[in-house]
C-alpha cells in the first residue's frame, strides 16, 4: 500500500499550493491522515494532520500554524494541505502519511506513507 503526494512546484515567497494525497489500496475512513516534510540532513518535521469523527480533530505544527490547513474529501478518499504565505524556510519534500493512530502518525511513526512532493519556494 502507497500513499500518493502531488501537488508540489516551485512558487515564490508569498505564494500558494495545494497538495493532495491519495490513496489507492486503503480507505482514509477511520484513520488519521498527516503531512510531514523533510530537507535533506534534517529530521522530519510533522506539518499537520485530521481525523475525521462527529468532530474533526486537526493537528498542526509550530513552525506552519495559520498558514496550512489541512482538510478532507471522504468521497474523493483524498486529503489536501492547503499552504499560504510560503516562505523559503517552507522548502521541503512533503509526504503524507495514514494511520488509525492520531498519535502515532503525528510521532511519525504511521502505517502507511507516500513517496513525497518538492515544494520549493524562492525568495
Known amino acids: 500500500v502507497q500513499l500518493q503526494a502531488s501537488g508540489g512546484g516551485s512558487v515564490q515567497s508569498g505564494g500558494s499550493l495545494r497538495l493532495s494525497c491519495t490513496a489507492s489500496?486503503?480507505?482514509?475512513?477511520?484513520?488519521?491522515v498527516g503531512w510531514f516534510r523533510q530537507v535533506a540532513g534534517k529530521e522530519r518535521e510533522f506539518v499537520a494532520s485530521?481525523?475525521?469523527?462527529?468532530?474533526?480533530?486537526?493537528y498542526y505544527g509550530d513552525s506552519v500554524k495559520g498558514r496550512v490547513t489541512i482538510s478532507r474529501d471522504n468521497a474523493q478518499n483524498t486529503v489536501y494541505l492547503q499552504m499560504n504565505s510560503l516562505k523559503p524556510e517552507d522548502t521541503a519534500v512533503y509526504s503524507c502519511?495514514?494511520?488509525?493512530?492520531?498519535?502515532?502518525?503525528?510521532?511519525?511513526?504511521?502505517?502507511?506513507w507516500g513517496q513525497g512532493t518538492q515544494v520549493t519556494v524562492s525568495s
Open positions: 485530521i481525523r475525521r469523527g462527529e468532530v474533526n480533530i486537526y
Open positions: 502519511a495514514a494511520d488509525v493512530s492520531q498519535r502515532e502518525l503525528r510521532k511519525g511513526a504511521a502505517s502507511y
Open positions: 489500496d486503503i480507505t482514509f475512513d477511520g484513520r488519521a
